[in-house]
């Protein structure tokens, strides 16, 4: 005679609203999404430092200016920024003076070589227009004219190199983006594969009523996206929060002047429940559907 009482019996869901698992599935779910925040900042902050960079090299030029005869370097100097000064595209020049040309050049002479010695040549600093700036050419045309020796560095090969730098990092971190999607979507793929291996019975008993497969995978595409969604929730509200003590702890220009993290910055975190919940759907969808039809 069988065991069962109708009496106790009670109509269960096809998937529970929670399981034991579920903790820890949210936890993997939102240290990924946590991470995928981060990077996201980590490349605005890295975005913004290369174009800050970029703008005042493209703002400025250095001339290096060195004595003809006898001239003196001071006095070399003091006619190269009086060639440069009022051509068009060129705002304030300054001749720097010469414990400034020392100071640059001290570092790679060492503290045991007498400068007074050596020919240091001056330099010349020129703030170009931002809106319309002088041409390196234009500059070195106006220094020649004059009979100056004199060379014009406009930046550019500091310019190519950061801006080189800034698309490798973007890079970088679209692929770390990329890859802990994708490592998100393993997980829930692996989590739908052991929900429907241990429901195995219950999808034929499925199919059997009739149940159509788009049916049975839209029951788990659904259960884990609202999961991967509140982990995303978890990750993005932890990183937001990271990114907050980050940019208060590192004063006016976030962790440090060379990654600064501003605070619109923030505002990156806020799709990433919405993108958790629709990696998990579809790849809780297409396991689904790929071991229902093998089931049956």
């Known amino acids: 005679m069988s065991d069962f009482d ?7 869901a096809f998937l529970p609203e929670a399981d034991a698992r ?19 900042l980590t490349v605005l902050a890295t975005d913004r430092a290369s174009r800050g960079w970029s703008d005042q090299l493209t703002g400025q030029a250095t001339v290096i200016v060195r004595a003809k005869g006898s ?46 010695d050596l020919p240091v040549p001056r330099l010349v600093a020129v703030d170009l227009d931002p809106k319309a700036p002088a041409t390196a050419a234009s500059l070195d045309k106006a220094l020649k004219a004059q009979g100056l020796d004199a060379v014009v560095d406009d930046h550019t090969i500091w ?16 692929a770390v983006f990329a890859l802990i999607a994708a490592a998100a979507g393993a997980v829930v793929a692996f989590a739908t594969r052991a929900g429907l291996t241990a429901r195995h019975e219950v999808v034929e008993v499925l199919h059997l009523a009739g149940a159509e497969d788009d049916f049975i995978a839209r029951l788990f595409q659904m259960r884990f996206a609202r999961m991967a969604a509140l982990a995303g929730l978890f990750g993005a509200g932890g990183a937001a929060i990271m990114g907050a003590i980050l940019r208060l702890m590192g004063g006016g220009q976030g962790l440090t002047p060379v990654l600064p993290i501003a605070w619109t910055d923030l505002l990156a975190v806020l799709p990433c ?24």
């Open 6 to 12: 109708p009496g106790r019996w009670k109509p269960a």
């Open 22 to 40: 579920d903790g820890s599935l949210i936890f993997v779910v939102a240290t990924l999404c946590f991470l995928a925040c981060l990077t996201a």
């Open 71 to 116: 001239e003196t370097p001071d006095s070399a100097a003091a006619r190269a920024a009086e060639a440069l000064s009022g051509l068009p595209g060129v705002g304030e020049v300054r001749a720097l003076e010469k414990e400034k040309a020392e100071a640059l050049i001290a570092p790679w002479l060492g503290d045991t070589a007498d400068l007074d």
């Open 159 to 174: 310019l190519k190199d950061i801006q080189r730098a800034a698309g490798f990092a973007r890079w970088i971190g679209l």
């Open 273 to 296: 429940p919405v993108a958790a919940g629709l990696v998990a759907a579809i790849a809780a969808r297409l396991t689904a559907q790929a071991l229902i039809a093998k089931m049956t």
